[in-house]
């Protein structure tokens, strides 16, 4: 008995021990992320939500489509930005593998654009970041206009404007986003169809183009209106509206002026409705001439119509005498259309008092009147760094490749110099028995041989109407670069380009005299060089074909002879002087544009077109007399020191890319970057391969 209560005793004591193994108030371990069901299988956590890399490039198109991972099942919400509209909202549901995508309609503009995704289960959340830049706005009513454009963009972003002719602008936006330029090259009156696309300061990448929007382009002057009343001769009483009317073009404006001899001034202005128009205004006592001009809807002036002289005067009093002179309204036929206010809304202006009417200051525009200033902020920065890897891919590709070619080419003649038997040749081609081909005139062109050196008489002897000749030709060719319609600013053009070329020409010949003063060498003399001419030409005309604006120029025609005894040192210092003050007077003129007003008056206007020209072919003779080739300036350099040709090379390059803006346009087009890297690989494989050829296999055979 006693041992049958033992038993029972150790068994309940068996029992009991292991839920009193564990010691008092031990905490359970807390697993909110898993359960255990009846059937001791815990379930496991749910997955995080997870988006995946968008990577750094820049997003310009939509929808977007943004994914990631998650709990099957779970729906995640994505949304971009402060998701204030539908369009920066989507929802997707996780599949089976764990995976969701759904796509974002639009994203607000900017750097670091925040993309979140949330789990509606669980309520955890990741997010990423995205730079965004959408296409531009273009703004389009329908209103014909002289090839103005205008819309919204990211502000500061730069817009390009690209017509189906191929006709171009370029514009920045302002702070608020607007924008507008005018289009310039081929775009003949009538429908055309344009798009648009913007690079923000934040990337150095172009959006996508813009949808498609239709103009109407109309630069055709209209007719000139026609005054039938009053009558000529026509008196009214002072204070005494008269009224004037006479017959249009439909849908333009006709503005009534006043004239005498102490000035215009505007009588009325009216809407031209069924091919006439009428309008009322009251002058004061005297005697008018009565004149009119017409204003279509794209804003293009007609010439004056016929004049009608009228008198205010007290009844019984004498009629005061008309205008004894009748002024000029006939107003350019083409005038600037002004892209930032929609076509049509502005009336005439009423010109001040002895001046024209509207339309007569239309000639102050042309292409060098337009600044292109410098821009250096941190925002500009892509820009620079596109223009220095512009100036290493020319040197690469075009510059150092053209060097070998030309010492492929004048090898081969030596050689065939030499087996012809023809020792007078081998004194004109071979290194150190050929003094001018050592470069003995640093900006000479074509230079002729030793024997015909040019000394410091033979200089003399040159007319002295070569100098002013030669120097209104190149200014010519210059000038030839661009378009100018007008006569009168055609000739403003060629006096302020003629200043430049002298200018340029001055700086360039007295930095040589100037060095060599400092060198104790002698003076050398200063020679006029046409056959400098040639590379004005080739320079300006195919600025002109290619549409370059700013173009390439180049101006130099005037030289220093120096002395054939002279050694490398000294003639490659004296070059390399005259590159650097020649470019460094185009950079001051350059940023000397970017302070004048925009031109206002014919005044302004030339005082632009003077720093333009400057700009341009200071900077644009000083890349192109640094190429080693021939009699350049630039052979002087590349055979004193590699070193230095090569860094003042960069320099020069880096600023002509910044300064060439189209330049900068077609690094940002994809056609006319495949092409011109095309041609450019092309061309440095065939001058290698002929200098290989010529140095190593030549030999051989």
């Given at each position: 008995m006693i041992a049958a209560l033992l038993l029972v005793a150790t068994g309940v004591l068996g029992t009991a021990l292991p839920a009193a193994a564990a010691p008092d108030g031990a905490p359970t371990p807390d697993r909110p992320s898993a359960t255990v069901p009846s059937s001791g299988t815990p379930t496991p956590p749910p997955s995080p939500v997870a988006l995946d890399d968008p990577g750094d490039a820049l997003v310009t198109r939509f929808p977007l489509t943004v994914?990631?991972?998650?709990?099957?099942?779970?729906?995640?919400?994505?949304?971009?930005?402060?998701?204030?509209?539908?369009?920066?909202?989507?929802?997707?549901?996780?599949d089976?593998?764990?995976?969701?995508?759904?796509?974002?309609?639009?994203?607000?503009?900017?750097?670091?654009?925040?993309?979140?995704?949330?789990?509606a289960a669980t309520g955890q959340a990741d997010t990423t970041r995205v730079d965004v830049l959408s296409p531009p706005v273009l703004a389009s009513d329908g209103t014909p206009s002289g090839g103005g454009v205008r819309g919204t963009a990211y502000p500061g972003a730069r817009v390009?404007?690209?017509a189906d002719t191929g006709a171009t602008c370029q514009f920045p936006a302002d702070s608020s986003g607007a924008w507008g330029c005018v289009l310039t090259g081929s775009l003949p009156d009538g429908r055309h169809t344009v798009t648009a696309t913007q690079v923000a300061p934040f990337s150095g990448s172009r959006s996508a183009a813009s949808a498609p929007v239709t103009i109407v382009v109309d630069t055709s002057a209209p007719p000139a209106p026609t005054i039938t009343s009053p009558s000529p001769g026509a008196t009214v009483n002072p204070g005494e509206a008269m009224t004037f009317g006479g017959a249009g073009e439909d849908g333009g404006t006709v503005t009534v002026y006043a004239n005498t001899s102490a000035g215009t001034s505007v009588a009325c202005t009216s809407p031209v409705s069924g091919g006439a128009w009428s309008c009322s205004g009251t002058l004061p006592e005297g005697g008018f001439l009565i004149t009119a001009l017409q204003r279509d809807a794209a804003g293009n002036i007609s010439a004056g119509s016929n004049s009608v002289a009228v008198s205010v005067a007290r009844a019984g009093a004498p009629a005061a005498p008309p205008a004894t002179r009748k002024p000029k309204p006939t107003p350019t036929p083409t005038p600037t259309p002004t892209p930032s206010a929609p076509p049509g809304t502005t009336a005439p202006v009423p010109p001040a008092a002895g001046g024209q009417p509207p339309g007569a200051e239309s000639w102050i525009g042309t292409?060098?009147?337009?600044?292109?200033?410098?821009?250096?902020?941190?925002?500009?920065?892509?820009?620079?760094?596109?223009?220095?890897?512009?100036?290493?891919?020319?040197l690469v590709?075009?510059?150092?490749?053209?060097?070998?070619?030309?010492?492929?080419?004048?090898?081969?003649?030596?050689?065939?110099?030499?087996?012809?038997?023809?020792?007078?040749?081998?004194?004109?081609?071979?290194?150190?028995?050929?003094?001018?081909?050592?470069?003995?005139?640093a900006d000479a062109l074509l230079g002729r041989r030793a024997g015909d050196g040019t000394s410091a008489a033979g200089s003399a002897r040159q007319p002295v109407w070569l100098a002013p000749l030669t120097g209104v030709l190149a200014a010519t060719l210059v000038t030839l670069s661009t378009s100018v319609k007008d006569p009168a600013a055609y000739i403003r053009l060629l006096i302020a380009v003629v200043i430049a070329i002298v200018v340029v020409n001055a700086v360039w010949v007295l930095s040589a005299r100037g060095l060599a003063r400092q060198l104790r060498l002698a003076v050398p003399p200063v020679a006029v060089r046409p056959g400098m001419l040639v590379i004005v030409a080739v320079a300006a005309i195919g600025s002109r074909l290619f549409g370059l604006e700013p173009a390439l120029l180049f101006g130099l025609v005037l030289g220093v002879t120096i002395a054939p005894e002279l050694g490398r040192v000294s003639r490659g210092r004296i070059a390399a002087v005259q590159v650097s003050a020649t470019a460094a007077l185009g950079v001051l003129a350059w940023l000397l544009t970017g302070v004048l007003p925009p031109p206002s008056g014919a005044v302004s206007a030339f005082v632009v077109e003077c720093a333009n020209a400057l700009a341009m072919v200071g900077l644009g003779s000083s890349a192109i007399a640094l190429l080693p080739l021939g009699g350049l300036a630039g052979r002087a350099v590349f055979q004193w020191s590699r070193l230095m040709w090569t860094g003042l090379s960069l320099v020069v390059y880096t600023l002509l890319f910044a300064l060439l803006l189209p330049v900068a346009s077609l690094?940002?087009?994809g056609s006319g970057l495949v092409a011109a890297t095309v041609v450019a690989l092309a061309f440095a494989v065939l001058s290698v391969s002929a200098w290989l050829w010529e140095r190593y296999v030549e030999p051989a055979r």
């Amino acid at each position: 008995m006693i041992a049958a209560l033992l038993l029972v005793a150790t068994g309940v004591l068996g029992t009991a021990l292991p839920a009193a193994a564990a010691p008092d108030g031990a905490p359970t371990p807390d697993r909110p992320s898993a359960t255990v069901p009846s059937s001791g299988t815990p379930t496991p956590p749910p997955s995080p939500v997870a988006l995946d890399d968008p990577g750094d490039a820049l997003v310009t198109r939509f929808p977007l489509t943004v994914r990631g991972s998650g709990e099957p099942g779970d729906t995640i919400a994505v949304s971009a930005g402060g998701a204030g509209s539908a369009a920066n909202r989507c929802d997707a549901t996780v599949d089976g593998s764990g995976r969701f995508s759904c796509d974002l309609r639009a994203l607000p503009d900017g750097p670091n654009v925040t993309i979140r995704a949330e789990s509606a289960a669980t309520g955890q959340a990741d997010t990423t970041r995205v730079d965004v830049l959408s296409p531009p706005v273009l703004a389009s009513d329908g209103t014909p206009s002289g090839g103005g454009v205008r819309g919204t963009a990211y502000p500061g972003a730069r817009v390009t404007v690209t017509a189906d002719t191929g006709a171009t602008c370029q514009f920045p936006a302002d702070s608020s986003g607007a924008w507008g330029c005018v289009l310039t090259g081929s775009l003949p009156d009538g429908r055309h169809t344009v798009t648009a696309t913007q690079v923000a300061p934040f990337s150095g990448s172009r959006s996508a183009a813009s949808a498609p929007v239709t103009i109407v382009v109309d630069t055709s002057a209209p007719p000139a209106p026609t005054i039938t009343s009053p009558s000529p001769g026509a008196t009214v009483n002072p204070g005494e509206a008269m009224t004037f009317g006479g017959a249009g073009e439909d849908g333009g404006t006709v503005t009534v002026y006043a004239n005498t001899s102490a000035g215009t001034s505007v009588a009325c202005t009216s809407p031209v409705s069924g091919g006439a128009w009428s309008c009322s205004g009251t002058l004061p006592e005297g005697g008018f001439l009565i004149t009119a001009l017409q204003r279509d809807a794209a804003g293009n002036i007609s010439a004056g119509s016929n004049s009608v002289a009228v008198s205010v005067a007290r009844a019984g009093a004498p009629a005061a005498p008309p205008a004894t002179r009748k002024p000029k309204p006939t107003p350019t036929p083409t005038p600037t259309p002004t892209p930032s206010a929609p076509p049509g809304t502005t009336a005439p202006v009423p010109p001040a008092a002895g001046g024209q009417p509207p339309g007569a200051e239309s000639w102050i525009g042309t292409p060098f009147s337009t600044a292109s200033a410098p821009v250096v902020s941190a925002a500009a920065f892509p820009g620079w760094l596109r223009s220095v890897l512009l100036a290493l891919a020319a040197l690469v590709l075009l510059v150092l490749p053209a060097r070998l070619l030309a010492a492929t080419i004048a090898r081969s003649r030596a050689a065939r110099a030499v087996a012809d038997d023809v020792p007078r040749e081998r004194s004109s081609i071979f290194g150190r028995n050929r003094a001018r081909g050592e470069l003995g005139e640093a900006d000479a062109l074509l230079g002729r041989r030793a024997g015909d050196g040019t000394s410091a008489a033979g200089s003399a002897r040159q007319p002295v109407w070569l100098a002013p000749l030669t120097g209104v030709l190149a200014a010519t060719l210059v000038t030839l670069s661009t378009s100018v319609k007008d006569p009168a600013a055609y000739i403003r053009l060629l006096i302020a380009v003629v200043i430049a070329i002298v200018v340029v020409n001055a700086v360039w010949v007295l930095s040589a005299r100037g060095l060599a003063r400092q060198l104790r060498l002698a003076v050398p003399p200063v020679a006029v060089r046409p056959g400098m001419l040639v590379i004005v030409a080739v320079a300006a005309i195919g600025s002109r074909l290619f549409g370059l604006e700013p173009a390439l120029l180049f101006g130099l025609v005037l030289g220093v002879t120096i002395a054939p005894e002279l050694g490398r040192v000294s003639r490659g210092r004296i070059a390399a002087v005259q590159v650097s003050a020649t470019a460094a007077l185009g950079v001051l003129a350059w940023l000397l544009t970017g302070v004048l007003p925009p031109p206002s008056g014919a005044v302004s206007a030339f005082v632009v077109e003077c720093a333009n020209a400057l700009a341009m072919v200071g900077l644009g003779s000083s890349a192109i007399a640094l190429l080693p080739l021939g009699g350049l300036a630039g052979r002087a350099v590349f055979q004193w020191s590699r070193l230095m040709w090569t860094g003042l090379s960069l320099v020069v390059y880096t600023l002509l890319f910044a300064l060439l803006l189209p330049v900068a346009s077609l690094v940002q087009t994809g056609s006319g970057l495949v092409a011109a890297t095309v041609v450019a690989l092309a061309f440095a494989v065939l001058s290698v391969s002929a200098w290989l050829w010529e140095r190593y296999v030549e030999p051989a055979r």
